[in-house]
């Protein structure tokens, strides 16, 4: 006999054989149980919205070569180099029903370039001499410190119902967002195919071209990332009642590490498993919060936002700290500088033509100063210092871009920031390293990034027609106030490949010279820079001239003194700077000039930036008057759709730089004259040291050919080969030529 589904379940209910029932017994019981069952199958079903759980991300393998063909004295530590690593990044989703949703990202790197065995399996925190083989590689890879500050665990819990939708989540890695002058990354620095960057989204070959070169997205999406890195609790409240949502945030202020150098008892720059492991306090707390009201006036966002950035008095019994501000410091008195930001912003279609953010705050530094009691002794008791509030600083940007001259997009910046206006995760932010208040200038400021002590407008117009484009950007901006004469440069052109091929711990911190942290050899002969206490002194203000990290950028730094007097001295002169900014990229489709409909796309963008001491319309010589810096920045790019899975591109740059205001320090044991009033060369004030103007007359070289293939279903190949020269007329040892190669296979998931 056959038995139904409906009868098992009646007759299990029962306790009776369903087949000992009569058909009319069993009709009725199970009418009598239709809504119990109903409610039991209801609750096995998923909604559209349920995934009991997901797993995506993916595999990528990375081998990157570095040789330097014709290397410098300072690249003998990087002189060729192969490192091949490996990532796989998960991201798991569990949604048991249609109100929460649980996530985790887990990022394992692997490193595959060899392991040793020696005695530095039982010392791991012993930093070999190179006479040794090193157990592991000192760096582990040319993208991170090491797997155990990577592993990028996140976790959090998203939980929505009706007018209510909020998700938290905590970890080392949270990218986040809010209002330019308080948590916002801003560069406006073209997008070329040519970088296949590591964050890259999954889409095949034929979208990532056309999105990069044939038709190009010129905002939004991860190309232009405007998010903050930061590691802690985020909890963002997107949905509240009346059209309202907020934000906050709990981190540590990583890259401010106001005290020790690296964080309390981590082990930074050592070799082994150890290596930037441990226990983080960078005797600090940084807080944030955002409160903001949608859908005014239809399509306005109105909000009001805080940024706080606060240390711990505690720092005062470290010796890297205390020490440092009582020997070098003008007052002797160990000091912390808080921030707090508050700011109003709105943002969105004034009309559907006119789009507007805009955003003003102020910006008010609370600071602690140390003092002694009579036994000279520090504490961070109420007796051993004092606080006080700084005037509040004034901060304004406002963004305005217009569509009403149809296929003639046309974006305006306007910004305003007093001297003293300082919050380090916002857009004045120069580099993607905070600018620790220091007093200096920054080439294309305003343009491609802001810095404090800056007012002045941005234009940019970005039409497009039939197989082409082009984008022209102008910009003029000038400080408020007069401030040192230090400038600071981005390599653009190869300064991401120097980044990555130096081996030096020091190149993530931006603290120190970039390549101070190489074990052996002499270091890149630098222009002077304000190098009072240049090795020593208070490390949050040192001005050095030299080379500087960040993330994926190479800077130098120098001071334009007007005379050799001022350099042997080290009285840096001061003006309130302008800086000019001129571009041009276009973009045309020539495949049907041979009869075809593939894309052939040629690309070219020039740009002519500089710093000056009166308003300059254009920076083309370092002879005009009062200039202090000058670059010329040129990139061709053709690319081509040789199949639709298989695209090839290539890169042809050139990028100078020039200043007739640098100089060189050079020992008396080699002295190149006797310094006297009418020569350029002065006695450092040390009187161990010879100063000699060196002009700064920088050319950088690329050419290159590379192609991106998706060989398979969701699995691609990315290929760049690079050849680079450097020129420095003035100091040939600084000279280089160097071959990159890059090779990143990743398969999605």
Do not use: C
């Not at 299990?12 to 017994?25: H, R, V």
């Not at 001499?129 to 155990?148: G, K, M, Q, W």
């Not at 002194?537 to 120098?558: D, I, N």
Request: glycine share 8%.
């Amino acid at each position: 006999m056959r038995k139904t589904v409906s009868s098992l379940l009646l007759a299990s209910s029962l306790g009776t054989a369903a087949w000992a029932l009569t058909p009319q017994l069993q009709l009725d019981s199970l009418h009598a149980s239709l809504d119990t069952l109903s409610g039991n199958m209801e609750s096995t079903l998923l909604g559209k919205d349920d995934l009991p759980l997901a797993v995506s991300g993916y595999m990528a393998f990375r081998l990157k070569n570095f040789q330097y063909s014709e290397p410098s004295p300072w690249v003998v530590d990087d002189r060729a180099r192969t490192s091949v690593d490996a990532i796989l990044n998960v991201n798991v989703v569990a949604m048991p029903n249609s109100y929460i949703t649980l996530f985790t990202n887990l990022m394992f790197p692997f490193d595959l370039s060899g392991i040793y065995t020696n005695y530095l399996a039982k010392s791991p925190t012993n930093s070999p001499s190179n006479a040794n083989n090193e157990r592991v590689l000192f760096d582990h890879s040319t993208d991170y410190y090491a797997s155990t500050i990577n592993e990028e665990l996140n976790v959090g819990v998203d939980i929505r119902a009706g007018v209510f939708g909020a998700y938290i989540t905590a970890g080392g890695v949270i990218w986040a967002n809010a209002s330019p002058l308080t948590m916002w990354e801003r560069e406006t620095n073209p997008r070329f195919v040519w970088q296949y960057e590591l964050f890259e989204d999954e889409k095949t070959v034929s979208t990532y071209y056309k999105e990069k070169a044939f038709k190009p997205v010129k905002e939004g999406g991860r190309a232009f990332w405007t998010n903050r890195s930061f590691g802690g609790v985020f909890a963002n409240f997107y949905q509240l009642p009346y059209d309202m949502k907020a934000q906050f945030l709990v981190s540590q202020p990583v890259d401010a590490d106001m005290a020790t150098r690296d964080g309390l008892r981590m082990y930074g720059g050592m070799t082994g498993e150890l290596e930037m492991s441990g226990s983080y306090d960078f005797r600090g707390t940084i807080l944030h919060g955002r409160i903001a009201k949608e859908k005014i006036a239809d399509n306005l966002t109105v909000g009001v936002n805080y940024m706080g950035v606060t240390f711990d008095k505690e720092a005062i019994y470290e010796d890297e700290f205390r020490n440092q501000w009582i020997t070098y410091s003008e007052n002797g008195a160990p000091t912390l500088l808080n921030t707090h930001v508050i700011t109003a912003d709105v943002k969105g279609n004034v009309t559907p033509k006119l789009f507007l953010m805009a955003d003003v705050g102020v910006s008010i530094t609370d600071s602690t100063v140390f003092v002694p009691d009579l036994k000279k002794a520090y504490s961070s008791s109420k007796e051993g210092y004092r606080s006080s509030m700084a005037d509040p600083k004034v901060g304004l940007y406002v963004k305005a871009q217009s569509k009403y001259v149809e296929g003639w997009p046309m974006t305006a910046e306007l910004v305003f920031f007093q001297p003293g206006f300082y919050s380090p995760y916002s857009l004045t932010n120069p580099s993607r390293f905070p600018g620790w208040r220091k007093d200096e200038t920054y080439l294309n400021a305003g343009a491609l990034r802001y810095s404090p002590n800056l007012a002045g407008i941005n234009f940019k117009l970005e039409p497009s027609f039939n197989r082409g484009y082009f984008d022209f950007q102008y910009a003029q901006h000038r400080q408020i106030d007069p401030s040192q004469d230090v400038v600071m440069f981005n390599y653009r052109l190869n300064g991401r490949n120097i980044w990555e091929g130096s081996n030096s711990w020091t190149k993530h911190k931006p603290l120190f010279i970039a390549d101070s942290g190489n074990f052996s050899g002499p270091n890149y002969v630098n222009r002077l820079g304000n190098e009072k206490f240049s090795k020593k002194g208070v490390k949050m203000y040192r001005q050095r001239g030299g080379l500087y990290g960040g993330t994926w950028e190479m800077w130098e730094s120098f001071a334009a003194y007007e005379n050799g007097s001022q350099a042997g001295h080290t009285e840096v002169p001061k003006h309130a700077k302008w800086s000019s900014y001129l571009s041009f990229m276009g973009g045309y489709d020539i495949g049907h000039w041979i009869g075809t409909d593939r894309n052939i796309m040629m690309t070219g963008y020039f740009a002519l930036s500089g710093i000056s001491t009166s308003f300059a319309p254009l920076a083309v010589s370092e002879k005009q008057s009062n200039m202090l810096l000058t670059s010329f920045y040129g990139q061709f790019e053709p690319t081509v759709a040789v199949t639709p899975t298989f695209h090839m591109v290539g890169i042809l740059g050139l990028e100078t730089f020039r200043s007739d205001k640098a100089y060189v320090l050079e020992s008396v044991t080699n002295p190149f004259s006797k310094p006297t009033d009418d020569k350029p060369n002065y006695l450092y004030e040390v009187n161990s040291f010879f100063v000699k103007k060196a002009p700064i007359n920088y050319k950088d070289f690329a050419i290159g050919l590379g192609f991106d293939w998706d060989f398979a279903d969701r699995v691609g190949l990315h290929f760049r080969y690079k050849f680079m020269t450097h020129s420095d007329e003035t100091v040939s040892d600084n000279d280089w030529h160097s071959h990159y190669i890059a090779a990143e296979a990743k398969a999605w998931f």
